[in-house]
């Protein structure tokens, strides 16, 4: 990059004024990760200090059946597939009871968009969650299944979002997102929820008090410029309504395995590679300086592995997500050794080993506690350090 329009940049950062898109698209084009790591950090600290967020939540997937094929799906299966699956409410209440125990403080629900089941089925799932765990959150079901609900019961999304409310609903999940610019949207998604209805549906749940997440699906057939349109679109929104409570942007993965039937279900992979980690770290780092308006950003160590997870507090993020246990979506796709799960313990030890201060949350990013400040590096150099996959 032009070391003037480096300056230019930097001199806009320091000074809190709004990078343009044209600052977006030369941030991407630099390969000075360092440098874009320390504006990054500089704006994520003047945010959130030295606190990293995480919550304890579990991820619950209804069905895998769904009515579409997204290029870049690996989880969905088709009805009568050997392993499609529905779960049944007692089997939901069940899985989400597993964690009881632990504190749980969120459910995350996201399900492919099942053909015959009828729209009752998902307010009655929510009801039976929220009477048999009432004090956890639940975070369920995106934009894209909202519209798909519309479809199926002729209900409009305000009808249904007020049933969903009425059922024990506290926030949409981020997903659909994926990257908006129809460019490359046309290519890879194959449900009919795109950028009207996506915000449409989102602008409609913060009207009605809900804060919710919103996502990027980057490092398939994108360009960068790509990437900074999805983010200027939610950051005009977020202007608009200030209702996102988050920014996630997810790295695409390739389908590795598929241990029941052979198949590989994603049809993009023989196009495109995979983001590298400097690619995610750069990612990172350039939402968090054009997304000036939301006030976190999430890494999803799931998708990312949890040292590039650590590195990525250093880029802008300042929330990790979550516990999860049993995320099926990447899960069905990755083959890095991720865990499953994470429980609360070792999330504490990931942040803490990073150098930052972990702070639990809840839906609403609320504060549920506060942990102890890092020990600093030079006083733990005589312990084995843990290594992180
Ligand atoms: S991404 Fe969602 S809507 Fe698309 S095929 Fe997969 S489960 Fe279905």
Redesign the pocket.
């Known amino acids: 990059m032009d070391q003037g329009l480096k300056r230019e940049i930097e001199a806009k950062v320091y000074a809190g004024e709004r990078l343009e898109r044209s600052d977006g698209e030369a941030l991407y084009a630099c390969d000075d990760l360092a440098w874009l790591g320390r504006l990054a950090h500089h704006r994520r600290t003047e945010l959130n200090g030295e606190r990293v967020m995480f919550n304890v939540n579990r991820h619950l997937n209804l069905t895998?059946v769904?009515?579409?094929?997204?290029a870049?799906?690996?989880?969905?299966r088709k009805p009568g597939e050997k392993d499609a699956y529905t779960m049944r409410i007692e089997e939901a209440v069940r899985k989400a009871r597993e964690m009881e125990d632990e504190q749980l403080t969120e459910l995350h629900i996201?399900?492919?968009?099942h053909p015959t089941l009828p729209w009752r089925y998902y307010p009655k799932v929510l009801r039976e969650l929220k009477a048999a765990l009432p004090n956890v959150s639940l975070k369920a079901f995106?934009a894209?299944?909202v519209q798909w609900f519309e479809k199926i019961s002729g209900l409009s999304a305000d009808e249904i979002l007020d049933e969903l409310i009425d059922a024990g609903l506290e926030s949409l999940t981020g997903?659909?997102a994926?990257i908006f610019d129809w460019e490359v949207r046309q290519h890879i998604?194959?449900?009919a929820c795109h950028w009207e209805d996506w915000s449409r549906i989102h602008r409609l749940a913060h009207s009605k008090g809900l804060r919710t997440p919103a996502t990027m699906l980057y490092g398939h057939i994108e360009e960068p410029r790509h990437r900074v349109d999805h983010v200027m679109r939610l950051r005009e929104l977020q202007d608009e309504t200030g209702g996102f409570a988050v920014f996630i942007p997810l790295r695409y993965q390739h389908d590795f395995h598929d241990a029941q039937d052979g198949k590989i279900r994603n049809r993009i992979q023989a196009r495109t590679t995979m983001a590298a980690p400097a690619e995610s770290l750069k990612t990172f780092a350039v939402s968090r300086l054009m997304f000036d308006n939301v006030s976190h950003v999430k890494c999803f160590w799931v998708m990312h592995g949890l040292s590039v997870a650590q590195l990525s507090l250093n880029f802008g993020a300042d929330d990790l997500d979550g516990s999860v246990v049993e995320y099926k979506?990447t899960h069905d796709a990755d083959e890095y050794g991720t865990p499953a799960t994470m429980g609360r313990e070792d999330l504490l030890t990931l942040i803490w080993d990073a150098g930052f201060q972990p702070v639990e949350r809840n839906t609403r990013y609320q504060v549920v506690r506060e942990y102890d400040q890092p020990t600093p590096l030079a006083q733990r150099r005589s312990e084995p350090q843990q290594v992180w996959a």
Not at 110 to 113: E, K, P
């Open positions: 895998n769904c009515s579409a094929s997204c870049y799906c690996s989880f969905q996201v399900n492919g968009l995106t894209t299944e997903g659909g994926e998604v194959d449900h979506i």
